[in-house]
């Protein structure tokens, strides 16, 4: 018996378990490869992703090893989308390996206590109004594991989501590319970028030791899990280019298709859906990963408050209102991206109308946040209309009476932050019922005078905020009852959670 199983150990499944166990939330990670990945998949984080990571102190080490690039692309629009002056602290995408994406993840993970089984596949789920079983298979044979709740985290062929039962509604994948990890014959024969030819476009990625060759797919077989061929590529490679570029020592070869599909419900009872297992869209813009750290960060926190008992009834649904409209978005932005790079004559109109809108710096921003998902605003309760309101709060710098701080540092710990700006600090003993779930910090914030106070969600998104004339408590409580739950009463102290279900189930 464990709080929540999560299934797989994917970026989504890695970030959901430090997040629950920050919270103290019981954790096993169930992973059907015997160890981690030596191929990998993505190379990015965005600016969104690297955001989020730095409200647990994540994202130094990984921005102190990469490449940063302050620009991104849409793709089939010939322009390219400026960072700079979009709503980040990370105004640029990093290169960075998801293989040491996961590796920090994993790290952190086992630091905080989560148990991690490689070796062990989901066979199959049952739920009921107390519990979810899990059969799993390993080398010893079956074993069955139950939990308080269950976390599909286990990718876009999910077996959490089929045997949950929750459909999976969408698009069917109409173009197949082939990947290939392979060393040139000639190193200098595909420099990075795309190459076009007569016959269509190779785009080359040169990665320490090998290329990532990316071209399509010019005749998919009827079963898409044929495994692709060196000489297959090396045919697809030579046709597009109408050259012969040779291709050898392949690592790894695969196929990937332009499918769009989303979850119909990310909760279903005890069970959740995050990452790839939720969501599968067009690789266009490179965002899976980056998509899965969201949806992870931001169940993490509701998923650990419903486990011990503190959550309002809403809070777990939440998590599906909120990442299923982002899901959809993404889906959106990448199927666009996929249209617009068909080569036809009919979309020229709308491809001219959206470049001449990305030519406006105030165009070119939207589409930047977009499709790197910093335009996320979740709803409010109350709404005072503040742009900061249901948006990730920046990294303001800070001076607290123990000195200088940043906002970000005051999140690592994964609680609720009322950061009281006034003078005097007047609003925290607002929030004293909710101690146990909400940490109060006064402060000055000479950058930005004009706040008075501003309460943060565990994700660091701004659930209320209050500004220079208008230095009124009103509507605080009801934003800290809406996400918090309600107010601990007065003799409850401050460690143990208020409700805990977790001190009194037998883990
Ligand atoms: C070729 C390629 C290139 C990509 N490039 C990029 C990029 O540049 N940038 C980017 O952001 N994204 C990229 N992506 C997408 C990205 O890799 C995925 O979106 C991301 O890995 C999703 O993370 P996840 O944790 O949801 O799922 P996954 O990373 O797929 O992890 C799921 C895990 O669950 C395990 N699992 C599955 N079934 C079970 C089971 N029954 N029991 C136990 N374990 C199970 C799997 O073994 C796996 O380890 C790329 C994808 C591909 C295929």
Redesign the pocket.
């Known amino acids: 018996m464990t709080d929540v199983l999560i299934?797989?150990?994917?970026?989504?499944?890695l970030l959901l378990a430090t997040e629950l166990r920050l919270a103290g939330v019981g954790v096993v990670v169930?992973?059907?490869?015997a160890q981690r990945?030596s191929l990998c998949?993505?190379?990015?984080l965005?600016a969104r992703a690297l955001d989020l990571l730095a409200r647990r102190g994540l994202a130094e080490r990984l921005v102190g090893e990469g490449r940063q690039v302050p620009h991104a692309a849409f793709s089939g629009l010939p322009v390219t989308l400026t960072l700079a002056g979009t709503h980040t602290d990370h105004p640029y995408s990093l290169g960075i390996a998801?293989t040491r994406v996961e590796e920090v993840l994993e790290e952190r993970a086992l630091a905080l206590g989560a148990d991690i089984r490689y070796g062990?596949?989901?066979?199959a789920l049952e739920q009921d109004s107390e519990s979810v079983t899990a059969t799993l298979t390993t080398a010893d044979g079956e074993h069955r594991l139950q939990a308080a709740y269950l976390a599909g985290?286990?990718?876009?062929?999910?077996?959490?989501r089929t045997q949950a039962g929750i459909s999976f509604p969408g698009t069917p994948a109409t173009r197949f590319s082939l990947?290939g990890d392979v060393e040139l014959a000639d190193p200098e024969a595909l420099p990075f970028g795309p190459h076009t030819g007569p016959g269509g476009s190779v785009f080359a990625i040169p990665r320490p030791g090998y290329v990532r060759i990316i071209t399509a797919d010019p005749q998919p077989p009827a079963d898409k899990d044929t495994p692709v061929t060196l000489d297959l590529l090396q045919t697809a490679v030579d046709d597009a280019l109408a050259r012969h570029v040779e291709l050898r020592a392949a690592r790894w070869l695969?196929r990937?298709g332009d499918a769009a599909r989303l979850a119909a419900e990310y909760v279903r009872g005890r069970v959740v859906l995050?990452?790839?297992?939720a969501h599968i869209h067009p690789?266009a813009g490179?965002?899976?990963?980056?998509?899965?750290l969201d949806d992870a960060f931001n169940l993490g926190w509701k998923l650990a408050a419903t486990v011990r008992g503190t959550a309002p009834a809403h809070l777990l649904d939440s998590y599906h209102a909120e990442r299923h409209t982002a899901g959809a978005h993404v889906l959106a932005n990448t199927r666009a991206q996929v249209l617009l790079g068909e080569a036809e004559d009919r979309l020229g109109p709308l491809t001219d109308l959206l470049t001449r809108v990305t030519a406006h710096p105030a165009g070119n921003r939207a589409f930047a946040e977009i499709i790197t998902g910093l335009d996320t605003r979740y709803a409010t309760r109350p709404d005072s209309g503040h742009p900061w309101l249901g948006r990730l709060a920046p990294d303001l710098a800070l001076t607290t009476p123990q000195g200088p701080t940043r906002l970000a540092q005051l999140l690592t710990r994964g609680r609720g932050l009322l950061l009281d700006l006034t003078v005097g600090g007047t609003v925290r003993e607002s929030a004293t019922g909710w101690a146990d779930r909400v940490d109060s910090v006064t402060a000055t914030c000479p950058a930005h005078p004009e706040l008075h106070a501003l309460l943060l969600r565990p994700d660091g998104h701004t659930a209320w905020l209050r500004t220079a004339g208008d230095d009124s408590t009103d509507g605080l409580h009801e934003a800290l009852r809406h996400w918090y739950g309600a107010a601990a009463p007065p003799d409850a102290g401050t460690t143990a959670p208020y409700g805990s279900r977790t001190a009194r189930r037998a883990s």
């Open positions: 299934v797989g150990a994917g970026p989504a499944g169930v992973e059907r490869h990945p998949r993505g190379f990015n965005n998801q062990h596949e989901l066979r985290c286990d990718g876009g062929r999910s077996t959490v990947l695969t990937f995050a990452g790839d297992a690789p490179a965002i899976g990963v980056n998509v899965a």
